[in-house]
């Protein structure tokens, strides 16, 4: 088997997220494979626009949701271009799922707390449909998701189903300047707004995705909320090209992202150098 | 010695042999311009033996320069897949200098942790390499260093020895076995001991002394991530990566796709280098290595302190061809040193 060879996947649906942000739904078009392909959340693939090249993207959908994947992208470059200009039917590629990813088996019983930013939600999105497919195993599920503006928040309709969930705590937050005229939720930054939502840190799991000025400036307040760095999760992203640790790219220090992560606990993150 | 001999009339039979039977042979030759270079030879009197380094390492041939991963043709919504062999044609070796067969055999961990590299080991396992006792030491030669030295078998399934009017033939690997059970009759009985090790003695006085113990060094890399040494020692890199290249361990790749058309193309793996800028850039515009210092750092770490780490040896067979393709005239040996001394004066201090 030649690793490198993606599988070849349908594109079935696809959604604007924000004016340059957009979520394919994939399914493989081997039966056998669209059958029995596994993966956890945190995982991540190589997607394929064909004659364009790959992308390093997170699984965005839930394990829990079977027959399909899904990924969501910023248009940036030669690749994302190409992938964005796919149609429902059309094909794409796909190799992976690669890395290891968060452990939410051992989460179970504990009250999870998401933090997001930006389209840093797409990983944790895929942990929390994952979460509340099994509700009854988690204690208290809070969210606290930021966007630059309104128009930059992803996911709008889960975030809808998330608010109107009464087991589900829901903060959205813009930053300052970036709310509309009816905008309900918080302005201000995202670790401003996790200290406000105050959420318990007792028997709970953190899991941050965001920029990294983000996931620096919540650490902290984690940290003061009483968060252990062991049980503050997050997943770091890296220029990669096999995702499979060959080809050298995705080092930061001694530690491959894509084998050793690309999920990291924030005492780990804490001994890794600074070149991220 | 677990061995035989063969005569230069019976390895130049050997080759006529393996090339009749359709095996390629690759032995270092020279070009019309006198560089050497490991090239497709067709009879013995072409191959160089022990007698000089090739301009570049054995590793184009396990992982070529560029190389298809795949092909691919699209017909409006569909896509179909051209796959490429992952297994390949007998190849012999002839000639491999040892840091070079040691450098293919240090990649064999990379290649195989977790997920097996088919392209890699398709190549491996089809090529039987047989190395000849070095004996071109020049002052940028630092194999000794690193384990390896003129008559080192590491990566190599037969050494040739030189002696009188031929080689003593060690076997090294079952696969060098079974080459010369395959070929018998160009083989002679084992050699005399004393004559292969004063061979040996002859090739060990162009032993090149140890740069620097590199033990100390690896353990002083783990601790120095941030140290001003890097921004001092990388002034001269020009990021141009011409040290990767013609390294026998440098693996890093990219992987492309070229289009032909709107059609069809091909996905390709073509070599990298952690020292170019935009390895590490992001689509984002954000690069975690934004300067050269950040750049060399990695190298030097990823031979001396990240490989050891991760998979018990140095990603290094000291053979001396950054030192030697370097238009800045970066010098590795002496950063060594120099790391050498400071984990010397820190050990000393401690």
Known sequence: MNLYEPYLARVTDLVDETPDTRTLRLAFQEPELARTFDFKAGQFGEYTAFGAGECTFCIASSPTRQGYIECSFKTVGKATTALRSLNVGDTMGFRGPYGNHFPLGKMEGSSLVFIAGGIGLAPVRSVIWNALDLRDRFRDVTIVYGARSVSDLVYKRELAEWAARPDVTLRQTVDPGGETPGWTGDVGLVPAIVEKAAPSAADAYAIVCGPPVMIKYTLPVLTKLGFAADRIYTTLENRMKCGIGKCGRCNIGPVYVCKDGPVFTAEEMAKLPQEF | ?350
């Open chain 2, 1 to 350: 010695m677990n061995g035989r001999t063969i005569t230069h009339a019976q390895l130049a039979a050997l080759v006529a042999d393996l090339v009749a039977a359709g095996t390629a042979v690759t032995a270092p030759a020279r070009a019309a311009d006198g560089r050497l270079d490991y090239r497709p030879v067709t009879r013995l009197e072409d191959a160089v033996l022990g007698d000089g380094l090739p301009r570049l390492s054995l590793k184009a041939l396990f992982l070529p320069p560029t190389e298809p991963l795949f092909a691919f043709r699209l017909s409006g919504s569909d896509v179909a897949i051209d796959s490429v062999p992952t297994s390949f044609p007998p190849h012999v070796v002839l000639g491999a200098v040892p840091c070079d067969a040691a450098g293919v055999q240090a990649l064999d961990k990379v290649m195989g942790w977790d997920y097996r590299d088919e392209l890699w080991f398709g190549r491996r396992e089809a090529t039987t390499i047989v190395s000849v006792g070095c004996s071109s030491r020049d002052e940028t030669c630092f194999c000794g260093a690193t384990g390896g030295g003129p008559t080192a078998t590491r990566g190599a399934d037969l050494l040739l020895v030189p002696l009188e009017g031929g080689f003593a033939v060690e076997i090294v690997t079952s696969k060098g076995e079974a080459l010369v059970t395959a070929h018998e009759e160009r083989f002679g009985p084992a050699p005399n001991e004393a004559d292969v090790a004063r061979s040996r003695a002859a090739l060990a006085g162009s032993r090149v002394e140890p740069v620097a113990p590199l033990a100390p060094v690896t353990t002083w890399l783990a601790e120095h991530f941030e140290d001003p040494l890097w921004a001092d020692v990388a002034l001269r890199c020009h990021g141009c990566g011409a040290c990767a290249s013609v390294c026998p361990t440098c693996h890093c790749f990219d992987i492309v796709d070229e289009p032909e058309g709107v059609t069809h193309g091909t996905r390709r793996r073509n070599w990298d280098t952690c020292q170019a800028g935009r390895f590490t850039l992001h689509a984002s515009g954000h690069n975690p290595r934004a300067d050269q210092h950040a750049r060399f750092r990695q190298r030097l770490m990823h031979k001396f302190s990240i490989y050891p780490a991760r998979f018990g040896e140095l990603l290094c067979t000291g053979c001396g061809r950054c030192s030697r393709a370097c238009p800045g005239g970066m010098d590795l040996p002496e950063v060594l040193r120099t790391i050498a001394e400071r984990a010397a004066t820190a050990g000393g201090a401690a």
